[in-house]
T-cell receptor
């Protein structure tokens, strides 16, 4: 089955700096890769996603890149703000079936 | 503002008791997921349903866990008997076919 790894497990950045979180997946048939943000006491919320026919997608300060050959994808947050502090999860799915999540990255943005 | 609702939000019970968690998926969503989140294991898929039929429950301990969808507006997850190792946050999520899950706020379960 699919296995998703995520690095780093914790990340601290200064406000205004960029943050990058990387994930790798094992199943070459996976074709949909969402990213979720989980704030304390809440469920994970989708922030951006990318499909396997696209190499990069951007939404304001957030971007995701996908390298299908290497089977890895990354989340990039620019101009970080304190409200970006949360746990971020990547996930991989084959055709919307059986989403497998990475272990999460705890991001702290220091003022 | 469509969202997944879960009850109860918190549950403390003693070992051996039955626990029932309920979920109301977003209206119109035909897929319902149950996930369990712990510090050690992260987010684990327990089961998911499409059009109220169970598609995959391989992540669920069959001897004590059961998941059902009595109707399109209600999904339940039961644990009987509960054990301390079941302590976790249980998330329900719903979505459309081939779409990403929208998560509820979770039920935090503590089994003493």
């Amino acid at each position: 089955g699919e296995n998703v790894e995520q690095h780093p497990s914790t990340l601290s950045v200064q406000e205004g700096d960029s943050a990058v979180i990387k994930c790798t997946y094992s199943d070459s048939a996976s074709n949909y890769f969402p990213w979720y943000k989980q704030e304390l006491g809440k469920g994970p919320q989708l922030i951006i996603d990318i499909r396997s026919n696209v190499g990069e997608k951007k939404d304001q300060r957030i971007a995701v890149t996908l390298n299908k050959t290497a089977k890895h994808f990354s989340l990039h947050i620019t101009e970080t703000q304190p409200e970006d502090s949360a746990v971020y999860f990547c996930a991989a799915s084959r055709g919307g079936q059986n989403f497998v999540f990475g272990p999460g990255t705890r991001l702290s943005v220091l003022p | 503002d469509a969202r997944v609702t879960q009850t109860p939000r918190h549950k403390v019970t003693e070992m051996g008791q039955e626990v029932t968690m309920r979920c109301q998926p977003i209206l119109g969503h035909n897929t319902v997921f149950w996930y369990r989140q712990t510090m050690m294991q992260g987010l684990e898929l327990l089961a998911y349903f499409r059009n109220r039929a169970p598609l995959d429950d391989s992540g669920m301990p069959k001897d004590r866990f059961s998941a059902e969808m009595p109707d399109a507006t209600l999904a339940t997850l039961k644990i009987q008997p509960s054990e301390p190792r079941d302590s976790a946050v249980y998330f329900c999520a719903s979505g459309l076919h081939s779409g990403n899950p929208f998560f509820g706020p979770g039920t935090r379960l503590t089994v003493l």
